[in-house]
Structures are given as C-alpha cells and as structure tokens.
Nanobody, 121 residues
Framework: QVQLVESGGGLVQAGGSLRLSCVVS????????MAWYRQAPGKQRELVAH???????RYPDSVKGRFTISRDYAKNTVYLQMNSLKPEDTAVYYC???????????????WGQGTQVTVSP
C-alpha cells in the first residue's frame, strides 16, 4: 500500500556531512508526521528528528544543532541533513511516516528499510 525508500547513507569521516532522503509512495490520502530514527548495534532504536505535518521540528539533545529535518510536500519526501558527524552517529537510519491511506482513511505507521551511516574517526 505504502512504500518508503531511503537513500543517501554511506561512509564519511568524522566532521563530515551526509544528506538522507526518504520518498513515500503508494495509496496516500494524507502524509502527516515524518521522522528519522536510528539503531546502532546492540542498542535500541532512537528518534533523531521529527517533523509534524505543519513543519514543526524537534530533535534530541544528541543531534540538536547538527542535524536538520525538512520535507518537500509536493514530492512526499523527507530529508535529514547531518553535519559535524561523529563516530557515535554510526547506525542504520530509518525513515518513519504516519500515513492516511486512501483505502481505509485510517492513519498507519510505516517504515523504510533503513540505510547505513558509518562515521570513521
């Protein structure tokens, strides 16, 4: 019904930057809040950035001032600009979207497949 496809991960040195993208497609009636999460080996998945349907953003202290989430409403796409990357940012990054689907007009939670971000010292 709904697919989330992430791109932009890779290997970068500490202090570098990466930009992740996530395109949402399918039976979309409305695309509400979107977010990026990450999961490092042996750790729980954690929120790194959230953007509401109205564009309000929030971040945990660990990435505040370094990461920026944005969205393109026309393209059903959410971005994560990551600057001043640190080795502790190494993780698989997942896109999340709250989508109202056309078939039921109910809001459901969808996830992308994840993209690896590796930051070398």
């Amino acid at each position: 019904q709904v697919q989330l496809v992430e791109s932009g991960g890779g290997l970068v040195q500490a202090g570098g930057s990466l930009r992740l993208s996530c395109v949402v497609s399918g039976n979309i009636f409305a695309l509400n809040a979107m977010a990026w999460y990450r999961q490092a080996p042996g750790k729980q998945r954690e929120l790194v950035a959230h953007i509401s349907s109205g564009g309000t953003t929030r971040y945990p202290d660990s990435v505040k001032g370094r990461f920026t989430i944005s969205r393109d409403y026309a393209k059903n796409t959410v971005y994560l600009q990551m600057n001043s990357l640190k080795p502790e940012d190494t993780a698989v990054y997942y896109c999340n979207a709250r989508v109202v689907v056309t078939t039921t007009i109910h809001e459901n939670d969808y996830w992308g497949q994840g993209t690896q971000v590796t930051v070398s010292p």
